[in-house]
């Protein structure tokens, strides 16, 4: 089986938005969310993305020492590839970028552009929330040049088909250096829209020595995880984009979601790539060579 085979399976742990309320799974301490990195990777992920939460309440946080703390704990225990979030409303630039400049986790998230980011209730006739996800041109390219200086690869986040894009005129100001890789976050209202036919256009319009794979959110990842698998694109699951391994089956674990994840990768012919040949194909040098 050749490297083109090969699935990227990330295991998005935590998010910000969701908690115990809604899922009694959701990690909040650094030791916790260690331990559903350590499950995801035994169950065939090789890349964490990871949200810091305050350990009491749960509450999102941009806390260095904490994201710090679940890098140690984390690497105790698995050798997974470490992403760590930059995206968040209202926080101060230096805030939302001090972690990566100063732990260096090889993979920090970029988010591509701006966009309206709600949740409706047809239920309710109502939107359950609505706000503005601010990501100027200023922003994304401070947190790129942060990014590059401490040699941290940036995972290119498009929540819409615009924000493709924009990544255009960072490669043409020799900020972006490929190969690139690019996430497709879909199902988020005020985005693209969660279907197979976006997909395949978004996986188009990158530069073809890029690499790309698909964010499903709530109820369509499962049919957007096949369709990646499909389109020959990788794939991420985890508690952070949706709790159901099946209808009205809720995941004791993300390792419940990647084991299915995996599942569906054998099923398609393909196979979740280790660590080592997750390093290869995302052009990132090997652990503790960086």
């Not at 939302?96 to 100063?102: F, N, P």
């Not at 993979?107 to 706000?131: E, Q, T």
């Not at 698998?229 to 159901?244: H, K, P, Q, T």
Request: charged share 20%; proline share 7%.
């Amino acid at each position: 089986m050749g490297m083109q085979d090969k699935v990227i399976i990330t295991a998005a742990l935590t998010g910000v938005l969701a908690n115990r309320d809604q899922c009694p799974a959701i990690p909040y301490t650094p030791a916790e969310i260690a331990e559903e990195a350590r499950r995801a990777w035994e169950a065939g992920a090789s890349v964490a993305h990871i949200h810091a939460r305050e350990p009491e309440t749960g509450a999102p946080t941009f806390d260095k020492a904490i994201y710090e703390q679940i890098m140690i704990e984390t690497r105790k225990r698995c050798p997974i590839i470490i992403n760590f979030s930059t995206g968040g409303i209202g926080i101060p630039m230096e805030d939302r970028v001090a972690h990566i400049r100063d732990l260096r986790p090889e993979i920090g998230a970029l988010n591509m552009g701006s966009m309206n980011y709600a949740k409706y209730s047809a239920k309710r006739k109502s939107f359950v929330f609505d706000f503005v996800f601010s990501n100027p041109f200023g922003d994304i390219i401070f947190l790129l040049e942060q990014m590059n200086a401490g040699n941290v690869k940036p995972e290119l986040e498009c929540f819409d088909t615009g924000h493709i894009y924009n990544a255009y005129p960072l490669i043409d100001m020799g900020l972006l250096k490929k190969p690139l890789q690019f996430s497709f976050i879909m199902g988020v209202l005020g985005g693209q829209p969660a279907n197979a036919e976006a997909l395949s256009w978004a996986s188009r319009q990158i530069p073809p020595d890029s690499t790309w794979e698909v964010i499903g959110i709530s109820h369509e990842q499962w049919m957007l995880v096949a369709a990646a698998l499909a389109l020959g694109g990788n794939i991420r699951v985890g508690l952070e984009d949706n709790f159901y391994v099946s209808p009205g089956v809720m995941a004791k674990s993300n390792g419940d979601l990647v084991e299915k994840a995996a599942r569906m990768t054998r099923d398609m012919g393909r196979e979740p790539a280790t660590v080592e040949e997750a390093r290869k194909l995302l052009s990132l040098p090997p652990a503790g060579k960086a």
